[in-house]
């Protein structure tokens, strides 16, 4: 089937949806921040800084993949 090549790639955008709507303080930004009204923009800010790593392992999951046949060897 096709979606066997693409399952990598719908694996990470399901990540990266599921992230927007995670909470990604750690317990001391949280103790920090819980009766602020910051506490939503240092969310904010954690999920972007984390987001170039994940899109960058992605990228590099998604290349590995699609090019995984060019080097494979071949065994009698």
Same mark, same amino acid.
């Given at each position: 089937?096709?979606?066997?090549?693409?399952?990598?790639?719908?694996?990470?955008? /399901? /990540?990266?949806?599921? *992230? &927007?709507? *995670? +909470?990604? +303080? @750690?317990?001391? @930004?949280? =103790?920090?921040?819980?009766?602020? +009204?910051?506490?939503?923009?240092? %969310?904010? =800010?954690?999920? &972007?800084?984390?987001?170039?790593?994940? /899109?960058?392992? =992605?990228? #590099? #999951?998604?290349?590995? #993949?699609? %090019?995984? !046949?060019?080097? +494979?060897?071949? !065994?009698?």
């Amino acid at each position: 089937m096709q979606i066997r090549k693409y399952r990598p790639f719908i694996f990470t955008i /399901l /990540l990266l949806s599921i *992230s &927007y709507l *995670s +909470q990604a +303080q @750690c317990a001391m @930004c949280k =103790g920090t921040v819980q009766t602020s +009204q910051y506490a939503k923009s240092i %969310n904010n =800010g954690i999920e &972007y800084l984390l987001m170039a790593p994940i /899109l960058l392992v =992605g990228v #590099i #999951i998604f290349l590995w #993949i699609k %090019n995984k !046949e060019k080097f +494979q060897t071949k !065994e009698n």
